[in-house]
DNA sequence: AGCATATGGTTGTTTATGCAACTATTTAAA
DNA sequence: TTTAAATAGTTGCATAAACAACCATATGCT
């Protein structure tokens, strides 16, 4: 059992996860900088058919960390936007395989690069091996929670 | 300038917030197993005011990290909700002063136990001093994005 | 005093989230 | 094989966030 006492402030603040609000404020700032009709939300689905395109909704849902009306929405808007195509799958007609378009792989590089200068700014003189332990701790909190 | 490297799946996960997220969505869960009608974001601005009552909108804009319109709606709510009550300031009319009501005040005690419960669940097998160093990483991270 | 500017708050619009209820298709079981 | 249960996705509803435009009051300047 833990008797890890949180400051006031501390509290809400880990809570609210102040620093993650920054730092996806501080993005979605750059890509309206950028003339990027694209929200952070839309950002994260996109990221993850980078890696695999053609993931199914429910996937995305896992990967994303979000239930199915979301992505639902968010597949919606993205189709909208002329960023992905919604493909019937063949063997199982239940399932929608997500596809991005020529515009979204156009994307790609430029919005990781703003990626990665954003979390180069916010960790800004926070050395290697505390930026390694505090991923780990997020990590552990996360497995606490979901496992 | 910082050269940190992150592995693909951590940049997305730390831009997200998946940590923050997940604390927040069991907090709610038990909010509701509780039959407590109460959102995180409510609670969040009931936080600040149990703190100190009386305190203007803006000031719930600086305690909260959210914009005007945002806490003018979640004024809005908790006052729907019979949880605070919008007091015109005497000396300046432009100013509302957020008051706690009586059924407010009774929720302070539970919905805190809950947060710091949550808070343990996440936290479990952490040692302190690694969250003291998680913390201190995340505040670093807030202040360099925003100050 | 009178006017420009700053400050506190509200409203409209778009996007996103969580939950519950729903449809359609597939799989499993009686 | 027919029926029940699981899975994939959508829709409705309430809440919340960001941004821009707006109104009212206060402050500062000439």
Chains 1, 2 share one sequence.
Not at 60 to 75: E, W
Request: aromatic content about 6%.
């Amino acid at each position: 059992m833990l008797d890890y006492q949180f400051k006031k402030g501390e509290l809400y603040s880990f809570i609210t996860g102040k620093a993650s609000i920054a730092i996806a404020r501080r993005l979605q700032k750059k890509f309206n900088a950028h003339g990027l009709n694209l929200t952070i939300e839309q950002w994260s689905v996109l990221y993850h058919l980078w890696k695999e395109d053609g993931k199914s909704q429910q996937e995305l849902c896992n990967a994303t960390f979000r239930d199915k009306p979301s992505i639902t929405r968010l597949v919606d808007n993205l189709e909208r936007s002329g960023l992905v195509k919604r493909v019937p799958s063949e063997n199982d007609k239940r399932i929608n395989k997500i596809h991005l378009t020529e515009h979204a792989l156009l994307l790609h590089e430029q919005t990781m690069l703003l990626a990665e200068e954003t979390l180069k700014e916010a960790l800004e003189g926070v050395p290697a091996e505390q930026i390694d332990l505090c991923k780990e701790v997020l990590q552990k909190v996360y497995d606490n929670l979901t496992l």
